[in-house]
């Protein structure tokens, strides 16, 4: 208790002092007096111009929505800044008459991460900025602006020969390099390069009252963003912070030289702890750049829902450019493999293996069948994994709805690779004790494996039919987007499918699980094992948005 005074003591007095020193906010620490929207509007057309300031009911209900059913409000006001200085001037702009302001990258968050949570709020559309500002293939980092998609960044990248070492999710052609540092993501790369925040080095931050803060070596006047732990880990305070400290604005990340020989692996196993014991020991030997296991209904849908005539084809083209002679074998075992890959399989588990050598790539690949064969698996065709490092960013539809067009909603836990196995049967077992409720309401579930370097995650995910709304069938093709548009809403079993998930997601909190993209949904101060660290990240948060404007109920901060 003591050491909880002091620390409030420092940040809430002296720090806080220092700030209103500078005139941030008012001299009391209070909201200023809050100017009509009218003329905060009219500040912002002048900074921005006027087509990027939208102020019609449309488009504020469309950008403040996410994928999740939280409530939330709506934006008062929509900005599309193009660069640094309009961001800055306009959350100074914002925030000094008293509006909240709240960064949205590409609307891939199912957490809330940036729905406003109270009115009298402005929200940053980041994707206007954009640009890779700078390639350093000497110094193997990379400048890109915040709202630049991972499929850009990468494919900007690999004619150069590199890439970051996390290098996007699946839904990279939409979710953006600030959007993926705010909520922290895996996936492409993450078996060896960890999650996102992992790869940066330095950033740009736009602070609630528009001052720039620039982070690492960055910071150095006369140095670049090449070695983020220059003096304490600031970058790492606006990393996975859910958007709560600051706008990101420009990224430094590290550069990898890209492998050019990668292996393909895919298993089938007949129970949850053969697949799960054959990826917890691929991962700790950090050798596989992806690795994922599928459950039964996973597999299921991933069969039945599959891709569209012209993915197919671009796919299988990509792989033959890619790989020539061994390539356009490859591409036949994709094609003969087809939809029917995972039919009646229980369990599969699929990996991808880089190495600058084909030698190394094929040593590894050898290691890791032998795994899988150990601990009871069968080989399969490897068309899978072939598909996702071929076409790493196609659509989205496959992520965000089931098969036949269900709502799509994920809950996860990150543990340490000695609880995988029991996190994974303590969720069939949640599963299974209420699955005649689930068969009462039609709500289907699958889960996803994977690991982030030696972290284990799993992610059970709900189907139901419900509405989609605009949102979602935008991000659909439009032959599906007139399929299940009329789909009608269910509240009743739109409300038993998301107690579902609160229950699970709970269940994951007592058994010690993490959460990546906590944004407004998954609990961060109140699970915590001691008073100090509230106490620090309060009184951080105090420091650099003393008004608590800055994405209000982000990490539980208000």
């Keep these: 208790m003591y050491l909880h005074v002091i620390l409030h003591t420092l940040f809430f007095e002296s720090l806080i002092g220092v700030f209103m020193a500078k005139n941030i906010g008012s001299e009391t620490g209070t909201l200023p007096q809050g100017d009509n929207l009218e003329g905060v509007a009219r500040q912002l057309q002048q900074i921005i111009g006027p087509e990027h300031v939208l102020l019609d009911e449309a488009s504020r209900q469309f950008y403040s929505k996410d994928l999740s059913w939280l409530p939330h409000e709506v934006a008062d006001v929509i900005i599309q800044p193009a660069?640094?200085?309009?961001?800055?001037?306009?959350?100074?702009?914002?925030t000094r008459a008293g509006f909240a302001v709240v960064p949205r990258g590409g609307g891939m968050s199912y957490t809330s991460g940036y729905t406003p949570e109270r009115q009298r709020s402005v929200l940053i559309d980041m994707r206007r900025m954009n640009k890779v500002v700078e390639i350093n293939t000497d110094d193997m980092y990379v400048i890109v602006e915040a709202g630049c998609t991972w499929k850009e960044l990468y494919e900007t990248l690999a004619p150069l020969g590199v890439r970051t070492p996390y290098w996007g999710p699946l839904s990279g052609a939409y979710a953006t390099v600030g959007g993926a540092l705010s909520q922290n993501s895996l996936f492409h790369g993450s078996g060896t390069g960890g999650t996102a925040a992992e790869s940066v080095v330095g950033l740009k931050v736009v602070l609630a009252d528009g001052t720039v803060l620039t982070t690492g070596s960055w910071a150095h006047k006369n140095s670049t963003p090449f070695w983020r732990h220059f003096g304490p880990d600031v970058t790492g305070l606006f990393t996975a912070d859910t958007g709560a400290m600051g706008v990101k604005a420009v990224a430094a990340l590290r550069l990898v030289t890209a492998p050019k020989h990668?292996?393909?692996?895919?298993?089938?196993?007949?129970?949850?702890?053969?697949?799960?014991?054959?990826?917890?020991?691929?991962?700790?030997?950090?050798?596989?750049?992806?690795?994922?296991?599928?459950?039964?209904?996973?597999?299921?849908?991933?069969?039945?829902?599959?891709?569209?005539?012209?993915?197919?084809?671009?796919?299988?083209?990509?792989?033959?450019?890619?790989?020539?002679?061994?390539?356009?074998?490859?591409?036949?075992?994709?094609?003969?493999?087809?939809?029917?890959?995972?039919?009646?399989?229980?369990?599969?588990?699929?990996?991808?293996?880089?190495?600058?050598?084909?030698?190394?790539?094929?040593?590894?690949?050898?290691?890791?069948?032998?795994?899988?064969?150990?601990?009871?698996?069968?080989?399969?065709?490897?068309?899978?994994?072939?598909?996702?490092?071929?076409?790493?960013?196609?659509?989205?539809?496959?992520?965000?709805?089931?098969?036949?067009?269900?709502?799509?909603?994920?809950?996860?836990?990150?543990?340490?690779?000695?609880?995988?196995?029991?996190?994974?049967?303590?969720?069939?077992?949640?599963?299974?004790?209420?699955?005649?409720?689930?068969?009462?309401?039609?709500?289907?579930?699958?889960?996803?494996?994977?690991?982030?370097?030696?972290?284990?995650?799993?992610?059970?995910?709900?189907?139901?039919?419900?509405?989609?709304?605009?949102?979602?069938?935008?991000?659909?093709?439009?032959?599906?987007?007139?399929?299940?548009?009329?789909?009608?809403?269910?509240?009743?079993?739109?409300?038993?499918?998301?107690?579902?998930?609160?229950?699970?997601?709970?269940?994951?909190?007592?058994?010690?699980?993490?959460?990546?993209?906590?944004?407004?949904?998954?609990?961060?101060?109140?699970?915590?094992?001691?008073?100090?660290?509230?106490?620090?990240?309060?009184?951080?948060?105090?420091?650099?948005?003393?008004?608590?404007?800055?994405?209000?109920?982000?990490?539980?901060?208000?």
């Design 262 to 558: 990668t292996g393909y692996l895919s298993y089938k196993f007949d129970t949850l702890e053969a697949m799960l014991a054959a990826q917890v020991r691929t991962a700790r030997l950090g050798i596989c750049s992806e690795c994922y296991g599928f459950d039964p209904y996973y597999n299921g849908g991933f069969e039945k829902q599959g891709i569209t005539f012209e993915e197919g084809l671009s796919i299988v083209g990509k792989i033959v450019r890619k790989g020539g002679l061994k390539g356009l074998k490859r591409a036949a075992q994709v094609a003969l493999g087809g939809k029917k890959i995972l039919k009646d399989v229980a369990y599969s588990l699929h990996m991808t293996l880089d190495a600058h050598t084909e030698i190394v790539a094929s040593e590894h690949t050898d290691i890791v069948a032998e795994i899988c064969t150990e601990e009871g698996g069968t080989e399969m065709a490897s068309s899978i994994p072939t598909v996702f490092r071929n076409a790493p960013f196609g659509g989205v539809r496959t992520i965000l709805l089931g098969s036949d067009g269900e709502i799509w909603i994920p809950v996860h836990g990150y543990f340490p690779l000695s609880r995988a196995i029991a996190a994974a049967q303590t969720t069939e077992k949640f599963l299974a004790e209420r699955r005649p409720l689930m068969d009462k309401w039609g709500i289907k579930t699958s889960y996803l494996t994977c690991f982030s370097g030696p972290e284990f995650v799993i992610e059970p995910s709900f189907y139901w039919h419900d509405e989609l709304g605009e949102f979602r069938l935008s991000l659909i093709e439009p032959e599906f987007a007139d399929q299940w548009k009329s789909i009608p809403a269910d509240l009743e079993k739109r409300q038993v499918a998301l107690q579902l998930r609160d229950e699970l997601r709970d269940l994951f909190d007592g058994l010690g699980g993490l959460h990546l993209q906590i944004g407004k949904y998954y609990p961060y101060m109140e699970i915590m094992n001691n008073a100090a660290l509230p106490a620090v990240i309060e009184g951080m948060k105090s420091v650099v948005d003393p008004l608590r404007l800055m994405n209000p109920g982000a990490l539980g901060l208000r």
């Design 83 to 94: 660069n640094l200085d309009e961001l800055s001037q306009a959350v100074g702009v914002a």
